[in-house]
């Protein structure tokens, strides 16, 4: 079971320090602005989940594997896209296409991760607080990596992100018993991931007051 959960948040790690990256050159970001947003997004939800839980210090401080792998990977993007220069507009959909995908990888990945960490710290019964850790731990990097991108964040204003990760950390949480938690987690990442993509390729949105009409 430890072994399969640390595989799934490298992955989550690896795919929000790729989005992460990503947003910062699209925001014209030097190398180090690059490395402090794709290690955020990788790392900031897992350490949010940890203060809340009262995990102390974070895991990103106990177990640094995570923040090298997510500088690892910041580098390796900030490489591929430095040899891009001036070819990133001409496959700017392309690069949004990937952002997404990236981004929905580890959204999904971090909400059952989430929700995972708060029973192995012996909150399982409480449903609430469970979900809430997971959604924040899903969300939680990527709002820190708006923010310092100076944007809205995502969560706040269209894709039904929030969503997403509230039905896949409840989803995970509310058939963990009856399927095995290794099942229940892959289903809980599999939905957040479908839904999170389905919304962006439709364009769903939740319903908000345009006070321009």
């Known amino acids: 079971m430890s072994n399969f959960v640390f595989i799934i948040e490298i992955i989550g790690t690896i795919a929000f320090a790729i989005s992460g990256a990503i947003v910062a050159i699209k925001k014209n970001m030097d190398i180090f602005g690059v490395l402090v947003l794709g290690v955020t997004t990788a790392v900031g939800g897992g350490m949010i989940r940890d203060i809340i839980l009262g995990v102390l210090p974070p895991t990103m401080f106990r177990k640094s594997v995570y923040v090298i792998v997510a500088v690892i990977t910041t580098l390796l993007v900030f490489l591929v896209m430095y040899f891009l220069q001036g070819k990133i507009n001409r496959y700017s959909k392309r690069v949004d296409r990937y952002l997404n995908i990236f981004d929905s990888v580890g959204l999904g990945v971090f909400v059952v991760a989430g929700v995972n ?3 192995n ?7 609430f607080l469970s979900i809430f850790v997971g959604v924040i731990t899903g969300i939680g990097g990527g709002i820190l990596r708006d923010i310092l991108a100076g944007r ?6 269209k ?3 929030a969503v997403a990760a509230i039905v896949g950390a409840s989803v995970y949480y509310y058939t963990c018993d009856w399927i095995g ?3 229940a987690m892959i289903l809980g990442l599999l ?3 479908t839904l ?3 919304a962006t390729y439709f364009e769903w ?6 006070d321009k009409a």
Do not use: C, W
């Open 191 to 193: 939905l957040t991931i």
């Open 196 to 198: 999170r993509m389905l």
């Open 205 to 210: 949105n939740l319903p908000k007051i345009d």
């Open 159 to 161: 894709q039904v992100y």
């Open 117 to 119: 960490t708060a029973g």
């Open 152 to 157: 809205i964040p995502v969560v706040l204003h």
């Open 181 to 183: 938690t290794n099942a």
């Open 121 to 127: 710290n012996g909150f399982s019964e409480m449903a």
